[in-house]
């Protein structure tokens, strides 16, 4: 994972006087924002990162976690530590069949149930119903692993859709680009409504109009030449229609830091060089971003123009993914 240098040096300046100017010096606080990490579907892996047999461990909303692909092929997300005496599941943990054994113990946990299945020593007793880890429901779609994260561990109250562009041979394979950033979701998420920011974060020339359309867990903003389409807090569709598609996953890793994944492609007739440049120009444009989303707090009664409507349907949209 990596962030995009703000000034483009690598250098970090701390301890220095240049520290004192450079724009998006980290001025970290706690409690920036009022919501917990939300409910959602949410990339933890990309598909070519988890192996048959593979054990990960992870940390992803405000815990940590283990993640690995069954000997049937199918990735598990489960919570890290045994339910017996504590130990890391990923530190030495085993893939057998659909289940992770303990490195400790040898206590086995089916990985779509969390339920141990077997602790082999102490003659055939009952296994107890507390032995149990936490399991995140999974789906494998777009490239990606993507996990079910709900405070209240409650069913998924939405679909995941497919970006077609991906599974068609016409559109080049995905290229990723990975950035954590010291904000929230809703708080990155809440700049797709925030149109004044273009004009004075990215340098446009006029602040752009919008269409904006609100379903459900969905909602849909279009822009000229630029549409996105939203699924939660933690999937976006970004097309340039017939020009670039590029889906953005944005996971919390803990309630004031995310881990954003973008997947990019264009068509094969527009060959590598328009991949490359479509990625550069918005990894160049979040990089604008980043130093205000690390450095504001979050307002709970902005003061607003009535052009700025936007922002307050997005925020009330946002309360359905909070327990």
């Given amino acids: 994972m990596t962030k995009p240098d703000v000034d483009g040096t690598g250098a970090v300046g701390a301890g220095t006087d240049e520290a004192w100017d450079m724009v998006g010096m980290p001025m970290p606080r706690a409690d920036r924002f009022p919501f917990p990490i939300p409910n959602g579907w949410f990339v933890v892996a990309t598909s070519a990162e988890l192996h048959r047999g593979q054990v990960r461990p992870l940390h992803y909303f405000d815990r940590d976690l283990v993640l690995y692909r069954t000997e049937d092929g199918h990735p598990r997300l489960v919570d890290a530590y045994c339910a017996h005496l504590g130990a890391h599941l990923a530190v030495g943990g085993k893939v057998e069949g659909d289940c992770i054994r303990c490195p400790f113990h040898g206590w086995a946990y089916d990985g779509a149930t969390g339920q141990c299945i077997d602790i082999p020593y102490g003659g055939g007793e009952r296994i107890p119903s507390r032995a149990r880890v936490r399991p995140y429901p999974t789906v494998e779609r777009n490239g990606a692993v993507w996990a079910w994260h709900h405070l209240d561990e409650d069913e998924p109250f939405y679909d995941l859709p497919s970006v077609p562009e991906l599974e068609d041979p ?136 009535k052009s700025e409507a936007g922002i307050v349907a997005h925020r009330n949209w946002c309360k359905q993914f909070y327990s």
């Fill in 170 to 305: 016409a559109w080049t394979p995905p290229h990723l680009r990975e950035f954590t950033i010291a904000t929230s979701c809703q708080e990155m998420a809440e700049n797709n409504h925030d149109f004044a920011h273009f004009q004075f974060v990215h340098g446009t020339d006029s602040i752009p109009e919008s269409e904006e359309r609100i379903e459900g867990a969905y909602k849909s903003v279009k822009n000229p030449g630029l549409e996105r389409e939203t699924f939660g807090l933690g999937l976006g569709i970004v097309r340039v229609p017939g020009a670039l598609t590029f889906f953005s996953s944005v996971t919390p890793i803990d309630s004031d830091n995310v881990h954003v994944r973008w997947f990019f492609t264009v068509p094969v007739e527009s060959g590598e060089e328009s991949l490359r440049f479509f990625a550069d120009q918005f990894t160049a444009g979040v990089t604008q971003d980043i130093p205000i989303w690390e450095n504001k707090i979050y307002q709970d009664r902005p003061v607003l123009t």
